[in-house]
């Protein structure tokens, strides 16, 4: 069959720059739509920090890099100030001055690289930290830390001491912390290592981030390939109806093969599985490219949307280990559960 052909994923006469051949997109998730919603809560509540956490791959930073601002400022009808930061762990090697030089080039300082004292980056980063606060219009800044589960408890201090910094400059900093699960053992860690502070100003307020959860969600999430995108920008031209517009007129729609693909990672799933149902974006989207692109390459529809073709296709991610790592982290997620 054409889906188990041999020949090159991406056909010749596809552009080579569309965003699902570069993978240069994100789709819109109900996840995403959810996350939006509670960090704007946290914001209008004030709240100081807060976690929003979820097993790997989910699409968590695809949320923060392609939406969050965004649709944030249009939800508050105006420009919210925002900083993201992707942490990196560097272990124990960290310094309080290449901790002040990150946050330097996550703000886009243009001074971020050059050297400096401690002393100096600390005070750089306040400037920009205010400066961005007062593009807003008001006197608030957030702090968005990507792969949070990564902060080591000295550089929670140092955040601690920055976010002090700040309230005498009556600037308000909102720190969100972007996690997998294993970041809520930290606030427990925290207070009893004499770092309540820490836990009590930044860990309080948590919520998930979900995956896909059911049919109707992923149809939704698969709609985007149909109707929610397009390319070349302002053709009004969807990704399905732009790479492959012999199967697109005679019907073909990437929605409508949500129930098989659904079905193909259930069907895929580790023996003995305990955690959710509830599947990883990693998943959705690396297997939606790539029935896509069969089709758009001149495979039959039916062919690749046929079960035996999505479950090898699904296979064929990497989904069965991906969810054998979501049901490890399921016992720490029901123990911090319990805790609330």
Request: proline share 5%; net charge neutral; charged share 20%.
């Amino acid at each position: 069959m054409e889906a188990y052909s041999s020949s090159p994923l991406v056909a010749d006469h596809l552009p080579k720059n569309h965003p699902v051949v570069t993978r240069d997109y994100s789709l819109f998730t109900p996840a995403i739509s959810e996350m939006v919603n509670t960090v704007a809560r946290w914001i209008d509540d004030q709240v100081d920090g807060a976690t929003v956490y979820g097993p790997s791959r989910f699409g968590k930073s695809s949320a923060v890099d392609h939406w969050l601002q965004a649709l944030l400022s249009r939800r508050s009808g105006g420009h919210i100030p925002m900083v993201v930061w992707s942490h990196t762990d560097s272990g124990s090697s960290t310094s309080v001055g290449r901790f002040h030089s990150h946050l330097l080039h996550a703000s886009r300082h243009p001074l971020a690289k050059a050297a400096r004292s401690p002393i100096d980056r600390q005070h750089m980063l306040i400037e920009r930290w205010a400066e961005l606060a007062s593009q807003g219009g008001g006197r608030f800044l957030v702090l968005v830390i990507d792969e949070a589960q990564g902060m080591t408890q000295r550089e929670w201090l140092w955040l601690v001491e920055l976010h002090s910094l700040l309230e005498k400059e009556r600037i308000r900093l909102c720190v969100f912390s972007i996690a997998s699960l294993q970041v809520f053992d930290e606030p427990v860690g925290m207070a009893l290592s004499g770092g309540a502070h820490v836990a009590a100003r930044f860990m309080l307020a948590s919520e998930p981030f979900h995956g896909i959860r059911d049919v109707d969600e992923l149809r939704f999430v698969l709609s985007g390939y149909d109707e929610g995108t397009e390319w070349p920008k302002r053709s009004g031209i969807s990704f399905s109806a732009g790479l492959a517009p012999k199967a697109w007129a005679a019907g073909f729609r990437m929605a409508a093969h949500a129930e098989g693909l659904m079905q193909a990672m259930v069907d895929e799933l580790p023996a003995k599985y305990e955690g959710p149902i509830e599947f990883p974006m990693k998943t959705v989207a690396q297997a939606a490219r790539h029935a896509l692109l069969r089709v758009a390459g001149g495979a039959d529809p039916e062919d690749v949307m046929s079960p035996d073709s999505l479950r090898h296709i699904v296979a064929g991610c990497g989904h069965k280990a991906l969810m054998a790592v979501v049901t490890a982290f399921m016992p720490r997620l029901r123990r911090y559960g319990a805790r609330l």
